[in-house]
C-alpha cells in the first residue's frame, strides 16, 4: 500500500530556508487525483493546512503563509518537496506529508487519508 | 477563511462510555467535513469523511452526523484505544481548516 516518508533538517536558522521532502512510496505519485499535501502541527498545538499540489502541478496554498511558501513535484523521483522561506521561531511544528483523495458519498469530496510520520523542525539560531 | 470550532477541548471518559464531540463551521460547508484521530507522537488518521462515511477499517463504534454547520463525532462505547485527540476538518473550500482538537482522556 501506499507510504509516505518525510526527510530534510530538523534544525533551520531564523530567516533561512526550510525545505522538506515526501517520497511516496507503493504507488505513483502521478496516478489517480491525488493531492500531494503538506500540513504542521506546532508543538501542542493543533494542526494547520499549508498547502497542496496537484499531480499535474497545480497548486494551493495557504493564504496565511504568503509567498512564502511553494509545493513542487518531482515525479522521476516518485517526491513532492515543500520550501518555506524567512522562517521564524513560529515555524518551528512536526510538519507532515499526507495524501488528499477525493472520496465519493453521492458527491465527491476530499479528505486526507494517508499520513506520514512526520518530521520536527525546529527553527533556532 | 473558514474557521472550525471544536467542543468540548478536553474531555474525561471511562471505558465504556458513549460520548459525543461537536464540530461547528463559521460558515456553511455542507457536508464537507471530516474527522481524524490522533495519537501522541503520531500522525492523524482519518475515520471519518463527508460527515458521516467511515473510513475502510474504522470500528463502527464511531458515528458521525451534520451538515451546514453543526457536526457531531459520537463513540457509542469506549474502548482504551480510542483514548487520543479529535479533530474535525472542512473540506469545503480553501484554505483548508482545523479544528482545533479534543482531547479524549480516561
Known amino acids: 500500500q501506499v507510504q509516505l516518508q518525510e526527510s530534510g533538517p530538523g534544525l533551520v536558522k531564523p530567516l533561512q530556508t526550510l525545505s522538506l521532502t515526501c517520497t511516496v512510496s507503493g504507488g505513483s505519485i502521478s496516478s489517480g487525483d491525488y493531492y500531494w499535501t503538506w500540513i504542521r502541527q506546532p508543538p501542542g498545538k493543533g494542526l494547520e493546512w499549508t498547502g497542496y499540489i496537484y499531480y499535474i502541478g497545480t497548486t494551493y496554498y495557504n493564504p496565511s503563509l504568503k509567498s512564502r511558501v511553494s509545493i513542487s513535484v518531482d515525479a522521476s523521483k516518485n517526491q513532492f518537496s515543500l520550501r518555506l522561506s524567512s522562517v521564524t521561531a513560529a515555524d518551528t511544528a512536526v510538519y507532515y506529508c499526507a495524501r488528499g483523495a477525493d472520496f465519493w458519498s453521492g458527491y465527491y469530496t476530499r479528505a486526507f487519508d494517508i499520513w506520514g510520520q512526520g518530521t520536527m523542525v525546529t527553527v533556532s539560531s | 477563511d473558514i474557521q472550525m470550532t471544536q467542543s468540548p477541548s478536553s474531555l474525561s471518559a471511562s471505558v465504556g462510555d458513549r460520548v459525543t464531540i461537536t464540530c461547528r463551521a463559521s460558515?456553511?460547508?455542507?457536508?464537507?467535513l471530516n474527522w481524524y484521530q490522533q495519537k501522541p507522537g503520531k500522525a492523524p488518521n482519518l475515520l471519518i469523511y463527508?460527515?458521516?462515511n467511515l473510513h475502510s477499517g474504522v470500528p463502527s463504534r464511531f458515528s458521525a452526523s451534520g451538515s451546514g454547520t453543526d457536526f457531531t463525532l459520537t463513540i457509542s462505547s469506549l474502548q482504551p484505544e480510542d483514548f487520543a485527540t479529535y479533530f474535525c476538518?472542512?473540506?469545503?473550500?480553501?484554505?483548508?481548516?482545523f479544528g482545533q482538537g479534543t482531547k479524549l482522556e480516561i
Open positions: 463527508a460527515a458521516s
Open positions: 476538518q472542512q473540506s469545503y473550500t480553501t484554505p483548508r481548516s
Open positions: 460558515q456553511s460547508i455542507n457536508r464537507n
